[in-house]
């Protein structure tokens, strides 16, 4: 029995190339993604490594407010000057240097715009020289406060060389500089992972970088040789107190890769989500193949069971042939997912400024989650299919007929007890518990239930489809021949159901939306003019703070306040806050009843936030911020949080205490009578000296910032893309085995007069009925789902719901134009089927 199972494998390898396929693309997602987590994981292991060679020991504050990779930029806190000279007296430290180092120093080029990163940090640093690391290329280090060095990968992108007068954005406000030295790193690099860094001489590093003299973000120590790091650190511990981490250079490479790795698991998550989408979608594909031919090896199965072959070896026969395509498609996958792997690590090293990636490795968990899924995934496709043939009655071998189609009974049952099971599922977490997981396994139960429901949907919708393409005796046999199987037609449909759901769904809550915040910004931002900018690095773009008072004495101004945000710890629970320069004046911009001038030591918070926590005017809240004590804050006023755009908001001191001391946005009103052309090129022309940043008018800064929803829809697009291609190749390979299921019927259709051209058009006509069908359905029930969850999001200000009808109309037309592409191999290969062998055909 296995030795005919596995020739009848070979006999049709043609036929199962296509189902195989679906299982390779699914699986490659899978191996792509943990392929590229293993990779980028070990160069981030040793970029770290390398950036924590030289150093042996370093003492750092506690950060006052600790925050972790995913929820944003830890806030360093500075210590003090004096502390290198209590390190360096410690017993078998060699040598303590005080270092300034962190994010935020821009370098404008030459072009006059800033450099941008997206994802490494842009450093401001002290210099204190080179070491075994660092190699100087040309000129030398700062000596003066007016000089500045950079790495080679900032003198690059910058296109600036030693002698250029350099403008440089930090805690202050663009200051220029003389670069006076260009350095570089061992084995020819640029950078250490992209990161681009600018060196000052101390006090100016201290000034630009952390708003004060006398301190340091961290004492790095090289120990006398012969000591071992981890004594020398123990010692230094108890020198310095509990105020302090102090830890050894592998233990701060050990740490820092550690937060890396933990956003790269996200990245990992979203890869594999997207792959169990595929492989969904590929479970129709291989759910119909099996079933297709099964339903054509009728009498080949009966005839086995008709010589002596028991049921259970029927079903052992197809579960082996799925099986032996499993492995294969999973091997093939593995492949796939490797390449997948690799390009995304170039991709992500190209992106990142210069990250010189570790060579591409295939780690244990690629190589068993691509057997195992792509192994499970076949099989599990196959077991209906192999229960149906084991039914075949062995007096079958002697009926020249298929497998008679089967009531819909059972399966519309089970399709509507499912569905409901799975809308139950996605009304609960949408509207009760709030929990992904389970919306998540509604989302799936509710497919598979509308798929059960599928062939008893398939039969009225297309006839009615195919009722277009009645004009001609070949589109009347198409549509007659594309409703002929529902079941089939069902399955195949389903593919592509899924694929395009998902896209529709998404598409309407990301427009909804995105709508949604547009119009709720139009409503409560009264600001006539917006001072702010496009994020292009890890920390937002910000301006110098006297901008605001400059703006509010330009003629024709009513008021100007700014926005400075960062995370805080208030009673104990670490949140964002706002502060303001001017609480009645931001009031203003947002069109809200007068809100007093806040003072040092009082706050307001919104009315929402008030009520959870049963606070009122008077209470007193610990307000922890990034750098600085813990402060006692008054509450003074509340407000609606909708009508405002913070929860929490401080005076305008506060912001000295935040990790980033300039503004973020700036809001400016209008007197009355005022114009915007009289005003805007006034206020623009004050931010000339900010590149990050532009002064527009409100409509044009809120389509700004709600425009990143259009980025996210693209690539969610793409992503599914492959899970719609899959239902594709389901459309493609329905047909091909349609085609050679009906080879005598088209032989007789031949042989009675239908023309070559004829067949061909029969044949698209049936691909573009069941295409159709499938983009039909997807976009109704991605319609459906995405306004469920939009109804759902209510009470989180979507509250308007778009339905995206220019992409849905345009999904259809595509679907069509899918099912003309997809029966070009099986049309060609009917109309070139030989008449006599045809009809002779059994």
């Known amino acids: 029995m296995l030795r005919a199972t596995l020739k009848s494998l070979l006999a049709r390898k043609l036929r199962l190339v296509l189902s195989g396929l679906a299982v390779v693309l699914g699986v490659m997602f899978v191996a792509g993604a943990f392929v590229t987590t293993d990779t980028l994981g070990r160069t981030f292991d040793k970029l770290f490594a390398e950036g924590y060679s030289q150093t042996d020991v370093a003492v750092m504050a506690k950060p006052k407010v600790a925050v972790s990779e995913m929820e944003g930029e830890q806030v360093l806190t500075p210590l003090p000057a004096s502390l290198v000279d209590q390190v360096a007296a410690v017993p078998g430290v060699a040598k303590a240097t005080g270092v300034i180092s962190d994010d935020g120093a821009r370098v404008i080029g030459s072009d006059g715009k800033v450099v941008t990163s997206y994802g490494p940090p842009r450093i401001g640093m002290n210099w204190v020289g080179t070491d075994d690391l660092m190699q100087m290329r040309q000129g030398r280090g700062p000596e003066k406060d007016n000089e500045i060095a950079v790495n080679e990968a900032v003198a690059k992108a910058a296109g600036i060389k030693v002698g250029d007068r350099v403008g440089v954005l930090t805690q202050l406000p663009k200051k220029t500089f003389t670069l006076v030295g260009v350095w570089g790193y061992t084995e020819g690099r640029d950078s250490i992972g992209g990161v681009q860094e600018v060196a000052f001489t101390t006090p100016q590093a201290q000034r630009s970088m952390l708003g004060q003299t006398g301190v340091f973000t961290q004492v790095t120590v090289r120990v006398d040789k012969g000591r071992e790091p981890s004594a020398v650190r123990d010692q230094i511990a108890a020198r310095v107190g509990g105020s302090y981490d102090v830890k050894t250079g592998e233990q701060l490479a050990a740490d820092s890769a550690a937060q890396f790795k933990e956003a790269l698991s996200f990245f990992n998550n979203i890869l594999l989500g997207f792959a169990g989408v595929a492989l969904f979608v590929g479970t129709f594909l291989i759910l119909n193949t099996f079933s297709i031919i099964v339903a054509q090896r009728t009498r080949e199965l009966a005839l086995m069971r008709a010589l002596g072959a028991g049921r259970r070896q029927v079903i052992n026969s197809v579960l082996v042939e799925a099986l032996v395509i499993g492995l294969i498609a999973a091997v093939f996958g593995l492949g796939a997912g490797v390449g997948v792997g690799a390009l995304l690590v170039t991709l992500f090293g190209s992106m990142s400024g210069g990250l010189d990636p570790a060579p591409v490795g295939v780690p244990l968990a690629a190589i068993l989650s691509s057997l195992i899924v792509g192994v499970v995934v076949t099989v599990v496709a196959a077991v209906l299919p192999a229960l149906r043939a084991s039914r075949i009655s ?11 189609d089967r009531p819909l009974t059972k399966v519309t049952v089970t399709g509507a007890i499912i569905g409901a099971a799975g809308a139950t599922m996605l009304g609960i977490g949408l509207y009760g518990t709030s929990s992904l997981w389970l919306i998540l396994a509604g989302v799936l139960v509710t497919f598979i239930g509308i798929a059960l429901l599928t062939p008893l949907i398939s039969k009225p919708v297309v006839a009615g489809l195919g009722r277009l393409f009645s004009w001609s005796v070949p589109g009347r046999l198409g549509r007659l021949n594309s409703g002929r199987n529902p079941r089939r037609t069902a399955i195949t449909a389903a ?44 920390r937002p773009p910000t301006f110098d703070d006297a901008v605001l008072a400059k703006t509010a004495a330009l003629p024709g101004v009513r008021a100007a306040a700014g926005l400075w945000n960062d995370q805080a710890l208030v009673n104990g629970e670490r949140t ?3 502060s303001t320069d001017n609480l009645a004046k931001m009031a203003d911009a947002f069109g809200q009843a007068s809100l007093p001038v806040l003072k040092n030591g009082q706050m307001a918070v919104s009315q929402q936030e008030a009520a959870e926590h049963s606070w ?77 940043v532009n002064a527009t008018d409100r409509s044009s800064y809120i389509n700004q910032q709600v425009g990143t929803f259009d980025t996210v829809i693209t690539m969610i697009q793409v992503l599914l893309g492959l899970a719609i291609l899959i239902a594709v190749l389901g459309v493609i390979n329905t047909l091909a085995l349609s085609v050679l299921e009906r080879t005598r019927e088209l032989g007789l259709l031949r042989a009675v ?5 004829q067949t061909m058009r029969m044949v698209t006509v049936e691909a573009v009925v069941i295409s159709v069908f499938g983009a039909l359905l997807g976009v109704i029930v991605g319609a459906g789902l995405g306004s469920a969850v939009v109804q759902a999001l209510d009470g989180e200000g979507i509250t308007d719901l778009v339905l995206p009808w220019t992409q849905m109309a345009l999904y259809l037309g595509l679907a069509a134009l899918v099912g003309v592409l997809a029966a070009v191999l099986p049309s060609i290969k009917a ?12």
Do not use: C, W
Not at 495 to 507: D, E
Not at 753 to 757: D, E, H, I, N, Y
Not at 831 to 842: F, K, T
């Open 576 to 578: 964002y806050v706002d």
């Open 831 to 842: 109309a070139r089927l030989n008449v006599l062998a045809a009809i002779a055909h059994d």
């Open 753 to 757: 007069g239908l023309g070559r051209a």
């Open 495 to 538: 593919a592509l159901m899924v694929g395009i759901a998902l896209v529709t769904g998404v598409t309407v809550v990301m427009d909804s939306a995105k709508q949604s915040i547009a119009a709720q910004a139009e409503n409560t931002v009264k600001a006539e003019i917006v001072i702010g900018g496009d994020q292009n690095g890890p």
């Open 616 to 692: 009122a005017v008077g209470s007193v809240l610990r307000i922890q911020l990034p750098r600085g004590e813990e402060h006692n804050y008054t509450i003074v006023a509340t407000y609606d949080e909708d009508a405002m755009p913070g929860t929490y908001f401080l005076p305008a001191a506060a912001s000295k205490e935040f990790g980033i001391t300039q503004p973020m946005l700036g809001f400016v009103r209008l007197a009355d009578g005022a114009t915007m052309a009289q005003v805007l090129p006034q206020v623009k022309a004050l931010v000339a000296d900010s590149p990050e």
């Open 394 to 404: 062995p007096i079958a071998a002697m009926q020249d007929v298929a497998t008679p």
